[in-house]
């Protein structure tokens, strides 16, 4: 292990430690509520927000891509709690459209289904940080507490990739997965696609994109994601500097990930601006109070719901964007996380009647 890992994991400790103070005392040194747009933030979370702020921790916009991804994968480990019980971790490669790619298969324990539901998952990261390490802790919770195997995506990243390469290996493994589910022990005909952040982009685009097809995702799964590149909703003025995900951070990740402004409007960068997202899989989308895509997010739930499609909308109000994360740092994200699972249990027990 070298220092500087040595440094993190102290760190990360020390900050662990920090946030387990008992609320009294969290809310006397985090200072008074912080309220924007109506909502107050999670006492703990604004805590949070003023350790990293003390801790002198360089903005990720103002970081190489190298050290970003290296210091994201760090903090959803560091903050991820503990590992979730799962029966086996399978690592495959399959064919990608630049060669093969990488896919995590994480299996449930006691599971005595012939055929299992499927969570297909794509991981956040503005679609340049973000691996299957990182989000390791997280597939195991979402795979432990749902009963569903989960698929997780090793999709390539920006700048190497530019756009739409996430795009093109989200749906050629998704296919994938559809040709090969039975013979994998899961059920083509119950596979949630799902993702956070970018990766809920993702998934939202792989939704569109399956309608027709002979194995369409039965739910879409987006959590805080971001619908329109263009960010320009009222919640990018509001929550766009202080809470974790920054203003400059959307305009890093922009610039790396589309070959230009033009592209914006391209609906499988923001799914928002497609022309018909009718007969789309029903969805679950979940956003953070506080949070630049909240407002997006909201406005692509609405949009579905306009086109007769089921949605199940709700907001953490309390919460910053990368809760999936800190489920072992804030006590409201292991909640959220929760609550998030059960919404996806009885979706799928619905569909199953």
């Not at 696609?193 to 879409?220: F, I, K, N, W, Y």
């Not at 305009?251 to 499988?268: M, Q």
Request: hydrophobic content about 45%.
């Amino acid at each position: 292990m070298s220092m500087k890992d040595v440094a993190r994991e102290v760190q990360g400790k020390i900050a662990n430690l920090a946030l387990r103070m008992p609320i009294s005392w969290v809310n006397i040194l985090a200072g008074p509520p912080v309220a924007v747009d109506g909502r107050t933030l999670d006492g703990r979370a604004q805590w949070f927000l003023k350790l990293l702020a003390h801790g002198k921790q360089p903005p990720l916009h103002t970081m190489s891509v190298v050290d970003a991804r290296e210091e994201y994968d760090a903090f959803m480990q560091l903050l991820g709690g503990r590992p979730a019980p799962v029966s086996e971790i399978v690592d495959r490669a399959l064919p990608g459209p630049a060669g093969p790619m990488r896919v995590r298969i994480y299996w449930p324990a006691g599971t005595v289904a012939r055929l299992l539901p499927t969570i297909f998952y794509l991981h956040g990261g503005g679609w340049v940080i973000g691996s299957l390490e990182g989000y390791d802790l997280a597939c195991r919770y979402f795979c432990a507490r749902s009963g569903c195997a989960v698929v997780a995506i090793d999709y390539r990243l920006a700048p190497e990739h530019k756009f739409p390469a996430a795009v093109d290996d989200a749906l050629a493994s998704y296919r994938w997965l559809a040709d090969q589910a039975v013979s994998l022990g899961l059920d083509p005909d119950r596979v949630v696609v799902a993702g956070d952040s970018a990766g809920g982009t993702l998934a939202a685009v792989v939704a569109q994109a399956m309608r027709g097809e002979p194995h369409p995702p039965c739910l879409q799964w987006l959590i805080y994601p971001a619908t329109d590149m263009a960010g320009t909703s009222a919640s990018h003025r509001s929550c766009g500097e202080g809470f974790l995900l920054t203003e400059a951070d959307m305009t890093w990740f922009r610039t790396h990930y589309l070959n230009g402004n033009s592209e914006i409007d391209d609906p499988r960068a923001s799914p928002l601006r497609a022309a018909d997202v009718g007969g789309v899989a029903p969805a679950l989308i979940f956003t953070a109070g506080f949070d630049p895509l909240r407002d997006e997010g909201q406005a692509y739930a609405e949009r579905l719901q306009s086109a007769g499609v089921k949605v199940v909308h709700r907001e953490f109000e309390t919460l910053i964007h990368g809760f999936v994360g800190m489920r072992g740092a804030l006590h409201a994200a292991a909640r959220a996380m929760d609550d998030m699972v059960a919404g996806l249990r009885h979706e799928l027990a619905q569909l199953g009647r």
